[in-house]
């Protein structure tokens, strides 16, 4: 007599795992199927490195994008940009995950500058953005003079003259580990004393000196105008045996031994503190106090650039008008009595 006491057990609980069951199959499909998210994003060369995207930069193809679980560490989806840069990383399983960049599929001259948010978190549904800002390979002012090739590189420091101040382009970088010439610069904004950053092709030029060459500058902040050294017209004339090329320098009571136009319109003056002659080209983009005359005194401020000939040897180029300062030296009138003519 209890056998339908038992059946009636037996309905509610084959109910019950049938129910079971089926909210399984239904966990299963949920998260085997719409428990998943989508990452998409763009790769782009940041030129003027100020850390965001504008119309200058450039999309970055060809370049492997890398998803990581975040626990393990494991590649869970991979992806290459397109010719625009895009890239997109679907039917990503909910969870946590990080966006990387395959370092091999980086260009010699390049680096990854920033991910912006390499950490995601994505949920059921999610669509999340990653942005991958790379850029120029950044070196020191030393790392630059010792290196050539055509790969360009970016160098950050602080320029000694201001783009217009001469008429050839060329711009004097300095930093923490020495000078540099910029030459062929693109036109830029910015003056003596600011930090600037330059994106140019390490090379050789006059003298056989280490420049960057077809170069671009971005003004990374303003500042105030550098100190020059001190130093004699001698140290000058061979910028130190050539470690102070490209060199910001002053020299004092120098005398103007002579004075000449060259052949390119500029002005030449031959000047000796009684170190050793120097040459001072006074460029004709700049606007000279008053007329200089052999006999008088110059203190001048400048940078210093190799000579086409002879070699070894460097002339000082000051770059604006507040540059330069013409006296005549005071003598007695018996020491003028006994001075060469013309003098």
């Given at each position: 007599?209890?056998?339908?006491?038992?059946?009636?057990?037996?309905?509610?609980?084959?109910?019950?795992?049938?129910?079971?069951?089926?909210?399984?199959?239904?966990?299963?499909r949920v998260l085997g199927i719409d428990a998943t998210g989508t990452i998409v994003g763009r790769a782009y060369l940041d030129r003027d490195a100020n850390g965001r995207e504008d119309p200058g930069d450039i999309a970055v193809g060809g370049l492997r994008i890398g998803l990581l679980r975040t626990a393990s560490g494991d590649t869970v989806a991979t992806a290459t940009t397109n010719s625009e840069g895009g890239y997109v990383l679907a039917t990503i399983a909910v969870g946590d995950y990080v966006v990387v960049v395959d370092a091999g599929s980086i260009a010699d001259s390049l680096e990854v500058a920033g991910i912006d948010s390499p950490a995601v978190t994505l949920g059921v549904n999610d669509t999340v953005q990653v942005l991958v800002r790379?850029?120029?390979?950044?070196?020191?002012?030393?790392?630059?003079?010792?290196?050539?090739?055509?790969?360009?590189?970016?160098?950050?420091?602080?320029?000694l003259n201001a783009?217009?101040?001469?008429?050839?382009?060329?711009v004097h970088l300095a930093d923490a580990t020495g000078t540099i010439r910029a030459i062929?610069?693109?036109?830029?904004?910015?003056?003596?004393?600011?930090t600037v950053r330059v994106l140019g092709t390490p090379a050789r030029s006059t003298g056989n000196q280490p420049v960057l060459t077809d170069a671009t500058a971005f003004l990374i902040a303003a500042g105030s105008a550098p100190t020059p050294d001190s130093v004699s017209t001698n140290v000058a004339a061979r910028?130190?045996?050539?470690?102070?090329?490209?060199?910001?320098?002053?020299?004092?009571?120098?005398?103007i031994l002579d004075s000449r136009p060259s052949g390119t319109g500029d002005q030449v003056l031959t000047v000796d503190d009684g170190s050793g002659a120097l040459e001072v080209v006074l460029d004709r983009s700049?606007?000279?106090?008053?007329?200089?005359?052999?006999?008088?005194?110059?203190?001048?401020?400048?940078?210093?650039?190799?000579?086409?000939?002879?070699?070894?040897?460097?002339?000082?180029?000051?770059?604006?008008?507040?540059?330069?300062?013409?006296?005549?030296?005071?003598?007695?009138?018996?020491?003028a009595r006994g001075l060469p003519n013309g003098r």
């Open positions: 007599m209890r056998r339908p006491s038992t059946l009636r057990l037996a309905g509610p609980l084959l109910v019950a795992a049938l129910l079971a069951g089926c909210e399984a199959e239904r966990d299963d790379l850029g120029y390979r950044s070196i020191t002012i030393a790392e630059a003079r010792a290196i050539g090739g055509t790969a360009p590189v970016a160098v950050r420091g602080v320029a783009w217009a101040a001469f008429g050839d382009s060329t062929r610069v693109a036109p830029s904004n910015f003056v003596a004393g600011d910028a130190d045996g050539g470690a102070r090329d490209a060199a910001l320098v002053r020299i004092a009571g120098a005398m700049v606007a000279i106090p008053g007329t200089p005359q052999p006999g008088m005194l110059l203190d001048a401020t400048g940078v210093l650039v190799p000579s086409a000939a002879p070699a070894g040897r460097w002339h000082l180029k000051p770059r604006l008008a507040g540059d330069l300062r013409f006296d005549y030296p005071v003598v007695s009138v018996a020491d």
